[in-house]
């Protein structure tokens, strides 16, 4: 499972492109690009 936003409606999608269609599940859009960690230190203590 990869994270993806989709480019349209910013929505936050989780799916593995391998087995399932690139598709937003919100608006429909098929235009996701990789989420990327925007801070990759920040973790959260238990
Ligand atoms: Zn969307």
Known sequence: ???????NCEAEVELD???EKVI????????LF?????N????EAI
Do not use: A, D, G, L
């Open 34 to 38: 990789k989420k990327r960690p925007e």
């Open 1 to 7: 499972m990869s994270e993806f936003v989709c480019v």
């Open 24 to 31: 937003c599940p919100k608006c429909s859009h098929r235009v």
């Open 17 to 19: 492109p391998i087995h």
């Open 40 to 43: 990759p230190s920040k973790v």
